[in-house]
């Protein structure tokens, strides 16, 4: 059985970091795309950045510069380092992977993914 556990978040200043992780079980996803959503009250769910054999493979705009997608294989967990964080990052924080075999999908839609972690809160106060 798959599993995504997200640790990391919290209560944090403006201009503050944190750094969350996402720890997958059951399955590696190294050459599978592993992404990192948002979703604020209200708001549909989106997109902050996603990463595949290593490598990042994309940033929401709003967070280049600000975040910082990594993963270590060994063992098999994805980060997500937020530096610089502003009120309008607060939201729940999930961790996705992608379980298909071509990779065929788009990393930063929701669709490709499989399995979905059940989310960690990020609140900055200003």
């Known amino acids: 059985q798959v599993q995504l556990v997200e640790s990391g978040g919290g209560l944090v200043q403006a201009g503050g970091s944190l750094r969350l992780s996402c720890a997958a079980s059951?399955?590696?996803?190294?050459?599978?795309?592993m992404g990192w959503f948002r979703q604020a009250p209200g708001k549909e769910r989106e997109f902050v950045a996603a990463i595949r054999s290593g490598r990042p493979t994309g940033y929401a705009d709003s967070m280049k510069g600000r975040f910082t997608i990594s993963r270590y294989n060994a063992k098999n967990t994805v980060y997500l380092q937020m530096n610089n964080l502003k009120p309008e990052d607060t939201a729940v924080y999930y961790c996705?992977?992608?379980?298909?075999?071509?990779?065929?999908?788009?990393?930063?839609?929701?669709?490709?993914?499989?399995?979905w972690g059940q989310g960690t809160q990020v609140t900055v106060s200003s």
């Open positions: 996705a992977a992608d379980g298909s075999r071509d990779n065929s999908g788009n990393y930063n839609l929701p669709s490709t993914y499989d399995y």
């Open positions: 059951g399955r590696t996803f190294n050459n599978n795309y």
